[in-house]
Nanobody
Framework: QVQLVASGGGLVQAGGSLRLSCAASGRTFSSYAMGWFRQAPGKEREFVSAINWSGGNTYYADSVKGRFTISRDNAKNTVYLQMNSLKPEDTAVYYC????????????????WGQGTQVTVSS
């Protein structure tokens, strides 16, 4: 069992930055690939970014490529999402997730989910 707690969301103006964190507890964090997803009101949850167990490989949705950076610190059992040049369309609840398939982009590939943190970008 892995418990995930996401934090770092908030209200920011367009062009600003936020860093999300996802702290894990339970079974060995470094055994899991990690991902970030987001869900805007009235929309389906969508893939944002993923990182493999070591942090050596990452993958991004086209909509965030070049603006967001995913990273992880296995010593701290934490994965991060640095979000720069934020746009109003980035407004959503952001979720972190843990799974066993590296760089997966589908929800069903992730076994454990955090509770979500709200990101609101004003224009």
């Amino acid at each position: 069992q892995v418990q995930l707690v996401a934090s770092g969301g908030g209200l920011v103006q367009a062009g600003g930055s936020l860093r999300l964190s996802c702290a894990a507890s339970g079974r060995t964090f470094s055994s899991y690939a990690m991902g970030w997803f987001r869900q805007a009101p009235g929309k389906e949850r969508e893939f944002v970014s993923a990182i493999n167990w070591s942090g050596g490989n990452t993958y991004y949705a086209d909509s965030v490529k070049g603006r967001f950076t995913i990273s992880r610190d296995n010593a701290k059992n934490t994965v991060y999402l640095q979000m720069n040049s934020l746009k109003p369309e980035d407004t959503a609840v952001y979720y972190c997730a843990a799974g066993l398939r590296d760089l997966a982009t589908t929800l069903s590939d992730y076994r454990y989910w955090g509770q979500g943190t709200q990101v609101t970008v004003s224009s």
